[in-house]
């Protein structure tokens, strides 16, 4: 009788001990693929900030075909392919996206992105039209500025501009834009204005330099203004603030900035030089 007991036990204890031991696995297995969601998730991140576009492209497009189903994938590619600067691919990757099931308001908007960039305006109206007036995001009145500055609604596209710089903390490149539009329309003061906002956000943002000049080249103010830049910058600058002069019939202070250009560039500045030579034949 001690002998059956002691045996009921041992059993007990091996199917006790393999239970736990298949328990264990399916634990095991199920933070094995935890891990390896989180894994691929820092590793789509990567692919949507840091690493080359093009790469993040070819790595997109096979996860999205291995896994057909999955929006996020399809966003990634998306999202990278703007990145590349590829926006008609974009924008066909986008239109299917926004008829998924999971597509959302956002997916919308990056659609509208995706064909700004192509220059297909009209279209993007459209698109920005279908999103509820209710959704009220950075993106969103960042495009609406841009279209209606397409459109010449000047009004309109204040204060949508001014309405994106309000939603966001890094206003550097929507402060850029606003000024450029205000440049186009010559009112070159608060153009100038804007695009030293612009700068104190980012100083690293050349293109609203180059802007600034260009506004003050409009008023025949050949001096460039008092920002931070580096000695290839200021070459730069005045390369297009000579042109600026040129263009205005200043031919004489445009040929002495584009002398100071080649003098102070640390290498050879081909592009003035050019310009130079140019002028004087």
Partial sequence: MRHMKTGMLCLISVVALAACEKSDKGEYSKTLKNVNVIDESNLNDIMLTVADPNEAVTYFQKAARENPDRIDLQRGLGQSLLRAKRATEAGVIWSKIIKHPEANNDDKLAFANSLARQGEWKKAEKVLDTVPPTYETFERYRLEAIVA?????????????????????????????????????????????????????????????????????????YTLPIIQVTQTERAQLLHTMALT????????????????????HPQHFEAAIRSLRTLES
């Fill in 149 to 221: 500055d397409t459109n010449k609604e000047w009004k309109k596209a204040d204060s949508f501009y001014e309405t994106a710089v309000g939603l966001t903390t890094t206003p550097g490149s929507v402060l850029n834009n606003w000024g450029f539009s205000k440049l186009t329309r010559g009112d070159y003061d608060e153009a100038e204005r804007l695009f030293g906002e612009a700068i104190t956000y980012d100083p690293t943002l050349f293109t609203a330099k180059n802007n600034m000049v260009l506004a003050r080249g409009a008023r025949k103010n």
């Fill in 245 to 264: 002069a040129i263009k205005q019939g200043d031919t004489q202070t445009g040929k002495s900035l584009l002398e100071e250009a080649i003098e102070i």
